[in-house]
C-alpha cells in the first residue's frame, strides 16, 4: 500500500515548516476574501477604535476631577493603557476564532475539524484572523508613543527590544485568558457568558495592581492574571527603581499560562469528542 | 493482506442527565444528579478488507454515527478493541487522519468562503501530497467529474451537488486507505445522485481504497455496495453481501395510490383489495397491502409481477387521485429482517 | 397589523416570555457566573476607585462620596448584566440568514415577539442575578441603601429601561439590514451607551457642559434614571415622578422609532427577497 509506506516519510518530512507554512496559506486566503467586504471592515474598525476611544475619554474624566491614582499620573496611566491595547490586539488578531467555537462546538460542526493530521487547537485558531484588530494596534501604537513622548523616556535599540519582549509575553496572557474561556464551552453549555465576563477584565489591565490589597494583588496575578498584561510588564519604564521580581518572571509565567490555556482548551477538545486522554 | 479496519466487541455508553419538562422541572434540573446510562453502540464487531465497499445503514439513532466515530478515531469506546490500519483511531489521531478520509453529506470540510481550488491547495500542504500525485489525481478528478470548472468557485456559492462532489474528491485526494462516507447524497437530485455513485464507485475500483458509506438511500446502497451491515438499537443485526439482502426483501418497490373516494383504509378494505386483485392476477399472491395515512400502499415484489401491471389493475379497482412509486425504505427492510422470510433469527456472520 | 396586536390575547405573548425564561433558567452554570461577574465587577471598582478618592483630601467629589460612587457603578454593571440580551446578534444572524422573511410569514408582530422573549430573559436575570448582587452590596456597604418605596419605584423604572434598551438594540438590529457589520454596529452602541449613561463614569464626573447634553439623550435614562430611583436617600415623590416620567418619555419616542424604523426597513426584505 502506499500509505503504509509514505507514513513513515511523513513523520520526518513535516519539518519545522509545515505549520508556518500551512498557516500563512489559510490566513492569506482568509485577508483577501475578507477584503472584499470594504464596508464591513471600515465599520468594524471604527466599532474598534470607539472602545479604544472610550478608555481614553473615561481616564481623561477620571482625571479632570482627581489628581492621580495611587500615586500614578495621567501619561503613566496613559502609557499602562496604551500598552494594554498592543498586548491585547495579538489576541484579537489571531485568536478570533476562538468566539465562535461555542458554536461549531454546540452545532457539530467541530467535528470536521477533527479528521484533519494537524493539531487540532492550530487548525481551528487558524481558520480566522480579525484585520480590525489592526485599528486597535494603530490606536494603541498612536497612545503609546504620545505617552512616552510625555513621560521622557529613552528610544533606543535596547529599549525596543524590550518593549517587544515585554509585548508579545503580555499579549500570551491575554491570549491563555481567552483560550481558557472559549474552552468551557466544552464543558458549559452557555460559555458565552464566560468569555463575555473574561473579555470585560481586559478592561482592568489598565489599572496599576498597586491599588489592590495583597489578596487581590495574588489573584490577578495568578488567577486572572490581567497584572501582566500591562502592569508588570511595564514597570521597567515607569517605576525603574521598583520593579517587582514579577516584572522578570513575566515571559516565563506568560509561557506557562499559555501553554496551559493550550492544554485545556485541548483536554475540551479531546473529552467532547470524546477521546477521554 | 490483513483487514484494514477491525472491531471487537465495541461498546459505547453515554451518561445523560435525566431532563423534565415544564417550567417547575426545568428549575429542579438546576440541582439534579440524576443521571441515566445510554448505550449507543452495543459489542458490535466487524473486519472489513482492503478495497470492499461497505454499506451501514441502521434508522437514525441506531448507533451508526457513533460508530462511525468511533472508527474515525474521534470518539473512544466504552469497551472493545479496534484497529485501522493496524493503529488504534483514537489513540493517534493525526497519525489515523493522514490515512484516512472523511465526508460528512451536509456539512463541508472545505474553506467556506474560498475559491475551492485553494482549499485543494491546502489540502495538499496539510496531508504532504507529493507533487506527482497530487497532479495525478486533479487530473483524474477533472476527467471524471470536469471538477476544474468549479476551481474557481468559493463553496459557499456552490450548489448542494458541487458542494458534495468536492468534498468527496477532497477526502480521496491524499490517497487514503479507508474513506468513510456519511450520506453522502442526502438532498441531491436524482441525477446528482447517480453522478455521485459513479464517482465514488470509480474512486473505489482505480484507487482501491477501502470505503464505509453510512446511507438511508437504498438506491446507494444497491448502486455502490457488495456487501451491507445493518445496526439497529446499538446492535448489529445484519452483516452479509447485498445478494443476501435481496434474498431478504428481493426487488420490492411500493405504489401508493391516493383515492379520490377512501381517506382511510381498514383491515378489512386490504385484505379485500388483495383478494380483488389476486383474482385478476394470479402472480401478485406475494403482493401486501397496507396503508400510510390517506394512501394505500402496494408493496410490489418486481421479480414476481411488474409494478405497471399491478398498477393498471389497481386502476379498475380504485378510483386514481395521485399515484407515487417509491423504493422499499431501510425501514421496511430492517422490518423484514426482524420478520426473517427466509431465516428465523437475524445473522451476524458474512 | 397594528389592530390585530391589540386584540390578540397577550396569553400568547406570555407563553413566549415563559419560553425565555425558560431559556435563562436552563443554565445554570451560566446564571452563576452573572453573579460571580458582578461580584468581581465590584471588588475592582471599590480597588480603583479607593484608589482615586485616596489621591484627593476631600470626601465627596462632584457630590459623590467613595461609598456611593462605589454603589452606583457596582449596580449599574449588575443592571447592564441584567439587561443583556443577544438581541442585535440574533437579528443580525436571521438577517444574514435570511430566516428573517419568516418572521412576516407568522400573524405575530415582531417587535412584541421578541419583546416578550427578551421580558422572560431580563425577568429571571432580574432575580436570579440583580438581586442576590443588589442584597450583597446592601450588607457591604452596612445596609446603608434605603429599602422603602425606592424599591417599589424601581420596578417599574426598570422595566422602562429595558423597554429603552430593547428598543435601540431593535433600532440597531434593524440597522443589520444596511450592513454585514454586525459586531461593528453593536459595538458602537454599547460603547456609546455604557459611557454616556454614567454606567462606566457616573454622570457626576462629567464636565458640567457634557453632563447637561447627556440629561437630554436617552442613554441615562437606562442606567442613571432607574440607579438614582434605587439608591438615593433624598428623592422625593416629585423626583419619583420626575425620574419615571423622562423614562416614560423616552419609551414612548423610542418604541415608536424602533417600529416604524423596522417598518420602514423591512420592505427592503420584500423587494429584495432576503
Given at each position: 500500500?502506499?500509505?503504509?509506506?509514505?507514513?513513515?516519510?511523513?513523520?520526518?518530512?513535516?519539518?519545522?515548516?509545515?505549520?508556518?507554512?500551512?498557516?500563512?496559506?489559510?490566513?492569506?486566503?482568509?485577508?483577501?476574501?475578507?477584503?472584499?467586504?470594504?464596508?464591513?471592515?471600515?465599520?468594524?474598525?471604527?466599532?474598534?477604535?470607539?472602545?479604544?476611544?472610550?478608555?481614553?475619554?473615561?481616564?481623561?474624566?477620571?482625571?479632570?476631577?482627581?489628581?492621580?491614582?495611587?500615586?500614578?499620573?495621567?501619561?503613566?496611566?496613559?502609557f499602562l493603557y496604551a500598552f494594554s491595547l498592543l498586548a491585547l490586539t495579538p489576541v484579537q488578531l489571531f485568536f478570533d476564532n476562538n468566539w465562535a467555537l461555542r458554536f461549531n462546538v454546540y452545532s457539530g460542526d467541530f467535528v470536521k475539524y477533527c479528521f484533519r493530521p494537524l493539531n487540532l487547537f492550530f487548525y481551528y485558531i487558524s481558520e480566522t484572523i480579525d484585520i480590525k484588530g489592526a485599528g486597535q494596534l494603530v490606536f494603541g501604537a498612536g497612545t503609546l508613543v504620545y505617552a512616552w513622548h510625555h513621560l521622557g523616556l529613552e528610544v533606543s535599540v535596547q529599549s525596543m527590544v524590550l518593549l517587544i519582549v515585554a509585548l508579545t509575553s503580555a499579549s500570551l496572557v491575554m491570549i491563555a485568558m481567552m483560550n481558557a474561556a472559549a474552552a468551557t464551552c466544552f464543558w458549559v453549555i452557555n460559555s458565552g457568558t464566560v468569555m463575555i465576563f473574561l473579555f470585560r477584565f481586559k478592561d482592568y489591565a489598565k489599572y496599576p495592581m498597586t491599588i489592590y490589597n495583597i489578596g487581590f494583588q495574588i489573584v490577578f496575578s495568578i488567577l486572572i492574571p490581567i497584572g501582566?498584561?500591562?502592569?508588570?510588564?511595564?514597570?521597567?519604564?515607569?517605576?525603574?527603581?521598583?520593579?517587582?521580581?514579577?516584572?522578570?518572571?513575566?515571559?516565563?509565567?506568560?509561557?506557562?499560562?499559555?501553554?496551559?490555556?493550550?492544554?485545556?482548551?485541548?483536554?475540551?477538545?479531546?473529552?467532547?469528542?470524546?477521546?477521554?486522554? | 493482506m490483513g483487514a484494514v479496519i477491525e472491531l471487537e466487541n465495541i461498546t459505547k455508553v453515554f451518561r445523560v442527565l435525566n431532563r423534565h419538562a415544564g417550567l417547575r422541572g426545568t428549575f429542579t434540573d438546576l440541582f439534579s444528579r440524576d443521571y441515566k446510562n445510554l448505550v449507543a453502540v452495543d459489542h458490535v464487531s466487524m473486519s472489513i478488507e482492503e478495497g470492499e465497499m461497505v454499506g451501514y445503514l441502521g434508522p437514525n439513532g441506531a448507533g451508526k454515527s457513533t460508530t462511525i466515530k468511533i472508527m474515525t478515531g474521534i470518539l473512544e469506546p466504552t469497551e472493545g478493541k479496534l484497529l485501522v490500519n493496524g493503529r488504534?483511531?483514537?489513540?493517534?489521531?493525526?497519525?489515523?487522519?493522514?490515512?484516512?478520509?472523511?465526508?460528512?453529506?451536509?456539512?463541508?470540510?472545505?474553506?467556506?468562503?474560498?475559491?475551492?481550488?485553494?482549499?485543494?491547495?491546502?489540502?495538499?500542504?496539510?496531508?504532504?501530497?507529493?507533487?506527482?500525485?497530487?497532479?495525478?489525481?486533479?487530473?483524474?478528478?477533472?476527467?471524471?467529474?470536469?471538477?476544474?470548472?468549479?476551481?474557481?468557485?468559493?463553496?459557499?456559492?456552490?450548489?448542494?451537488?458541487?458542494?458534495?462532489?468536492c468534498d468527496i474528491l477532497a477526502s480521496f485526494l491524499h490517497d487514503p486507505s479507508v474513506v468513510f462516507l456519511d450520506e453522502p447524497t442526502i438532498g441531491l437530485d436524482v441525477s446528482m445522485k447517480s453522478k455521485i455513485r459513479e464517482l465514488i464507485s470509480v474512486l473505489n475500483r482505480e484507487k482501491k481504497t477501502t470505503v464505509v458509506l453510512t446511507t438511508h438511500d437504498m438506491g446507494d446502497v444497491e448502486a455502490l455496495c457488495r456487501r451491507i451491515m445493518i445496526i439497529d438499537h446499538g446492535k448489529l443485526i445484519y452483516d452479509n453481501n447485498i445478494q443476501q439482502l435481496k434474498q431478504f426483501f428481493g426487488s420490492y418497490r411500493t405504489l401508493k395510490i391516493l383515492s379520490a373516494g377512501n381517506v382511510s383504509f381498514s383491515e378489512a378494505d386490504l385484505a379485500k383489495y388483495g383478494r380483488q386483485l389476486l383474482a385478476l392476477c394470479p402472480e401478485t399472491r406475494n403482493v401486501v397491502f397496507g396503508s400510510d395515512e390517506e394512501w394505500l400502499t402496494v408493496l410490489v415484489p418486481e421479480d414476481e409481477i411488474s409494478l405497471i401491471k399491478v398498477l393498471d389493475h389497481m386502476q379498475t379497482l380504485i378510483p386514481f387521485k395521485d399515484v407515487r412509486i417509491e423504493e422499499i425504505t431501510t425501514e421496511s427492510v430492517i422490518r423484514k429482517i426482524y420478520e426473517g422470510n427466509c431465516d428465523a433469527k437475524p445473522t451476524l456472520e458474512a | 397589523m397594528e389592530n390585530r396586536t391589540k386584540k390578540l390575547p397577550f396569553r400568547r405573548y406570555f407563553s413566549i416570555t415563559r419560553a425565555g425564561i425558560l431559556e435563562m433558567a436552563m443554565f445554570r452554570s451560566s446564571r452563576v457566573i452573572d453573579f460571580v461577574g458582578n461580584m468581581v465587577y465590584m471588588i475592582v471598582v471599590y480597588f480603583l476607585w479607593r484608589a482615586i478618592y485616596a489621591s484627593t483630601h476631600t470626601v465627596s467629589v462632584n457630590g459623590m462620596t467613595f461609598i456611593q460612587t462605589l454603589i452606583y457603578l457596582t449596580l449599574a454593571g449588575a443592571i447592564f448584566s441584567t439587561l443583556n440580551n443577544y438581541l442585535v446578534w440574533k437579528m443580525g444572524h436571521d438577517i444574514q440568514s435570511g430566516q428573517i422573511s419568516l418572521f412576516f410569514t407568522k400573524p405575530m408582530d415582531f417587535y412584541l415577539r421578541e419583546f416578550f422573549y427578551s421580558l422572560g430573559n431580563v425577568a429571571t436575570q432580574l432575580v436570579l442575578t440583580f438581586i442576590p448582587t443588589f442584597l450583597v452590596v446592601s450588607i457591604l456597604s452596612g445596609w446603608a441603601l434605603p429599602m422603602g418605596v425606592n424599591l417599589l419605584i424601581f420596578l417599574p423604572a426598570i422595566f422602562m429601561s429595558l423597554v429603552i434598551?430593547?428598543?435601540?438594540?431593535?433600532?440597531?438590529?434593524?440597522?443589520?439590514?444596511?450592513?454585514?457589520?454586525?459586531?461593528?454596529?453593536?459595538?458602537?452602541?454599547?460603547?456609546?451607551?455604557?459611557?454616556?449613561?454614567?454606567?462606566?463614569?457616573?454622570?457626576?464626573?462629567?464636565?458640567?457642559?457634557?453632563?447637561?447634553?447627556?440629561?437630554?439623550?436617552?442613554?441615562?435614562a437606562i442606567y442613571n434614571v432607574p440607579l438614582m430611583v434605587l439608591v438615593s436617600n433624598t428623592y422625593t415623590w416629585i423626583d419619583y415622578a420626575r425620574a419615571l416620567g423622562v423614562q416614560a418619555f423616552w419609551m414612548v419616542i423610542l418604541v415608536a422609532g424602533a417600529r416604524l424604523f423596522f417598518r420602514s426597513s423591512s420592505r427592503v426584505i420584500t423587494v429584495n427577497g432576503g
Amino acid at each position: 500500500m502506499i500509505s503504509e509506506q509514505r507514513e513513515k516519510k511523513e513523520k520526518l518530512r513535516r519539518g519545522a515548516f509545515y505549520y508556518p507554512r500551512i498557516y500563512l496559506m489559510i490566513i492569506t486566503q482568509d485577508i483577501k476574501s475578507k477584503m472584499h467586504y470594504r464596508a464591513d471592515f471600515y465599520i468594524s474598525t471604527i466599532g474598534m477604535l470607539a472602545t479604544n476611544i472610550a478608555g481614553f475619554i473615561s481616564f481623561w474624566l477620571i482625571f479632570q476631577s482627581f489628581p492621580s491614582i495611587n500615586g500614578w499620573t495621567y501619561y503613566e496611566m496613559l502609557f499602562l493603557y496604551a500598552f494594554s491595547l498592543l498586548a491585547l490586539t495579538p489576541v484579537q488578531l489571531f485568536f478570533d476564532n476562538n468566539w465562535a467555537l461555542r458554536f461549531n462546538v454546540y452545532s457539530g460542526d467541530f467535528v470536521k475539524y477533527c479528521f484533519r493530521p494537524l493539531n487540532l487547537f492550530f487548525y481551528y485558531i487558524s481558520e480566522t484572523i480579525d484585520i480590525k484588530g489592526a485599528g486597535q494596534l494603530v490606536f494603541g501604537a498612536g497612545t503609546l508613543v504620545y505617552a512616552w513622548h510625555h513621560l521622557g523616556l529613552e528610544v533606543s535599540v535596547q529599549s525596543m527590544v524590550l518593549l517587544i519582549v515585554a509585548l508579545t509575553s503580555a499579549s500570551l496572557v491575554m491570549i491563555a485568558m481567552m483560550n481558557a474561556a472559549a474552552a468551557t464551552c466544552f464543558w458549559v453549555i452557555n460559555s458565552g457568558t464566560v468569555m463575555i465576563f473574561l473579555f470585560r477584565f481586559k478592561d482592568y489591565a489598565k489599572y496599576p495592581m498597586t491599588i489592590y490589597n495583597i489578596g487581590f494583588q495574588i489573584v490577578f496575578s495568578i488567577l486572572i492574571p490581567i497584572g501582566f498584561i500591562a502592569y508588570y510588564p511595564s514597570l521597567i519604564y515607569l517605576r525603574a527603581q521598583d520593579v517587582s521580581i514579577l516584572t522578570y518572571l513575566s515571559p516565563i509565567i506568560a509561557v506557562l499560562f499559555y501553554y496551559g490555556s493550550y492544554k485545556f482548551w485541548m483536554r475540551g477538545a479531546m473529552k467532547y469528542s470524546g477521546t477521554g486522554s | 493482506m490483513g483487514a484494514v479496519i477491525e472491531l471487537e466487541n465495541i461498546t459505547k455508553v453515554f451518561r445523560v442527565l435525566n431532563r423534565h419538562a415544564g417550567l417547575r422541572g426545568t428549575f429542579t434540573d438546576l440541582f439534579s444528579r440524576d443521571y441515566k446510562n445510554l448505550v449507543a453502540v452495543d459489542h458490535v464487531s466487524m473486519s472489513i478488507e482492503e478495497g470492499e465497499m461497505v454499506g451501514y445503514l441502521g434508522p437514525n439513532g441506531a448507533g451508526k454515527s457513533t460508530t462511525i466515530k468511533i472508527m474515525t478515531g474521534i470518539l473512544e469506546p466504552t469497551e472493545g478493541k479496534l484497529l485501522v490500519n493496524g493503529r488504534v483511531p483514537y489513540a493517534n489521531r493525526t497519525l489515523n487522519a493522514q490515512n484516512i478520509g472523511v465526508v460528512f453529506g451536509q456539512r463541508s470540510q472545505l474553506w467556506w468562503s474560498l475559491p475551492v481550488i485553494e482549499s485543494f491547495r491546502i489540502l495538499k500542504e496539510m496531508y504532504c501530497i507529493p507533487d506527482k500525485v497530487y497532479k495525478n489525481n486533479m487530473e483524474m478528478f477533472d476527467e471524471l467529474v470536469g471538477v476544474s470548472e468549479l476551481y474557481n468557485k468559493p463553496v459557499r456559492q456552490m450548489s448542494l451537488g458541487q458542494r458534495t462532489l468536492c468534498d468527496i474528491l477532497a477526502s480521496f485526494l491524499h490517497d487514503p486507505s479507508v474513506v468513510f462516507l456519511d450520506e453522502p447524497t442526502i438532498g441531491l437530485d436524482v441525477s446528482m445522485k447517480s453522478k455521485i455513485r459513479e464517482l465514488i464507485s470509480v474512486l473505489n475500483r482505480e484507487k482501491k481504497t477501502t470505503v464505509v458509506l453510512t446511507t438511508h438511500d437504498m438506491g446507494d446502497v444497491e448502486a455502490l455496495c457488495r456487501r451491507i451491515m445493518i445496526i439497529d438499537h446499538g446492535k448489529l443485526i445484519y452483516d452479509n453481501n447485498i445478494q443476501q439482502l435481496k434474498q431478504f426483501f428481493g426487488s420490492y418497490r411500493t405504489l401508493k395510490i391516493l383515492s379520490a373516494g377512501n381517506v382511510s383504509f381498514s383491515e378489512a378494505d386490504l385484505a379485500k383489495y388483495g383478494r380483488q386483485l389476486l383474482a385478476l392476477c394470479p402472480e401478485t399472491r406475494n403482493v401486501v397491502f397496507g396503508s400510510d395515512e390517506e394512501w394505500l400502499t402496494v408493496l410490489v415484489p418486481e421479480d414476481e409481477i411488474s409494478l405497471i401491471k399491478v398498477l393498471d389493475h389497481m386502476q379498475t379497482l380504485i378510483p386514481f387521485k395521485d399515484v407515487r412509486i417509491e423504493e422499499i425504505t431501510t425501514e421496511s427492510v430492517i422490518r423484514k429482517i426482524y420478520e426473517g422470510n427466509c431465516d428465523a433469527k437475524p445473522t451476524l456472520e458474512a | 397589523m397594528e389592530n390585530r396586536t391589540k386584540k390578540l390575547p397577550f396569553r400568547r405573548y406570555f407563553s413566549i416570555t415563559r419560553a425565555g425564561i425558560l431559556e435563562m433558567a436552563m443554565f445554570r452554570s451560566s446564571r452563576v457566573i452573572d453573579f460571580v461577574g458582578n461580584m468581581v465587577y465590584m471588588i475592582v471598582v471599590y480597588f480603583l476607585w479607593r484608589a482615586i478618592y485616596a489621591s484627593t483630601h476631600t470626601v465627596s467629589v462632584n457630590g459623590m462620596t467613595f461609598i456611593q460612587t462605589l454603589i452606583y457603578l457596582t449596580l449599574a454593571g449588575a443592571i447592564f448584566s441584567t439587561l443583556n440580551n443577544y438581541l442585535v446578534w440574533k437579528m443580525g444572524h436571521d438577517i444574514q440568514s435570511g430566516q428573517i422573511s419568516l418572521f412576516f410569514t407568522k400573524p405575530m408582530d415582531f417587535y412584541l415577539r421578541e419583546f416578550f422573549y427578551s421580558l422572560g430573559n431580563v425577568a429571571t436575570q432580574l432575580v436570579l442575578t440583580f438581586i442576590p448582587t443588589f442584597l450583597v452590596v446592601s450588607i457591604l456597604s452596612g445596609w446603608a441603601l434605603p429599602m422603602g418605596v425606592n424599591l417599589l419605584i424601581f420596578l417599574p423604572a426598570i422595566f422602562m429601561s429595558l423597554v429603552i434598551s430593547f428598543s435601540i438594540d431593535f433600532i440597531v438590529g434593524t440597522i443589520c439590514l444596511y450592513s454585514q457589520s454586525i459586531w461593528g454596529i453593536n459595538m458602537m452602541k454599547e460603547v456609546i451607551i455604557l459611557l454616556l449613561s454614567g454606567a462606566t463614569i457616573p454622570l457626576a464626573f462629567f464636565p458640567e457642559a457634557f453632563r447637561n447634553v447627556l440629561m437630554f439623550l436617552p442613554f441615562q435614562a437606562i442606567y442613571n434614571v432607574p440607579l438614582m430611583v434605587l439608591v438615593s436617600n433624598t428623592y422625593t415623590w416629585i423626583d419619583y415622578a420626575r425620574a419615571l416620567g423622562v423614562q416614560a418619555f423616552w419609551m414612548v419616542i423610542l418604541v415608536a422609532g424602533a417600529r416604524l424604523f423596522f417598518r420602514s426597513s423591512s420592505r427592503v426584505i420584500t423587494v429584495n427577497g432576503g
